[in-house]
């Protein structure tokens, strides 16, 4: 049974920083990545990454956020700068095949705020 595990959201300030983490347990998964769902929006792709390290990363958040990920620890990083308020949203870790489109595997979501 594959379960993911996410932590590190919460209320920042605009222009401040958040990291998420998401750990896997079960198998090894070739892409790791992370989504989002903002209210009222249908959940998109925020950044992915393959085994090999190769990415693929939203338009919206490009130069502010950088995913990364631990192989050997089955962990996968979202490091967030320079938030803004449009980054609001429940964010979700997944697992699964392509760097474009989801897995079958969720987190539970962890809820990242960004107001002043």
């Known amino acids: 049974q594959v379960q993911l595990l996410e932590s590190g959201g919460g209320l920042v300030q605009p222009g401040g920083s958040l990291r998420l983490s998401c750990v896997a347990s079960g198998s090894s998964f070739n892409v790791m990545g992370w989504y989002r769902q903002a209210p009222g929006k249908q959940r998109e792709l925020v950044a992915a990454?393959?085994?090999?390290?190769?990415?693929n990363t939203a338009d919206s958040v490009k130069g502010r956020f950088t995913i990364s990920r631990d192989s050997a620890k089955k962990t996968v990083y979202l490091q967030m700068n320079t938030l803004k308020p449009e980054d609001t949203a429940v964010y979700y870790c997944n697992v699964g095949l392509l760097l474009t489109s989801p897995g079958k595997y969720w987190g539970q979501g962890t809820q990242v705020t960004v107001s002043s």
């Open positions: 990454i393959s085994s090999g390290g190769i990415t």
